[in-house]
């Protein structure tokens, strides 16, 4: 056996160990907490554009000098009840 090893050792100190899988988990739900993180930015960020959109849409001058926020005033309302 002891001829066996000097070329183990030989062998184990080329080989690379690999990363040890506490490290790979801690990087993986990094990575997926940091895109999550980005998503919800994205999204945050859509929302917002979405009702800004929105809001200037009608609050908008309607070309005639007055913002109309419910129709006329010449409408009537019907109650069903």
């Known amino acids: 056996m002891s001829e066996y090893r000097p ?5 184990g100190d080329r080989a690379k160990p690999s990363l040890d899988a506490f490290e790979k988990l801690e990087r993986r739900r990094a990575r997926k907490q940091r895109n999550k993180r980005i998503a919800t930015a994205v999204f945050a ?11 200037f849409t ?7 000098g007055a913002t109309q926020l419910g129709g006329s005033a010449t409408d009537h309302f019907y109650a069903l009840w």
């Open 7 to 11: 070329l183990l050792e030989k062998a």
């Open 58 to 64: 009608a609050f908008r001058d309607s070309g005639n």
């Open 45 to 55: 960020f859509a929302i917002a554009i979405g009702g800004s959109v929105g809001a």
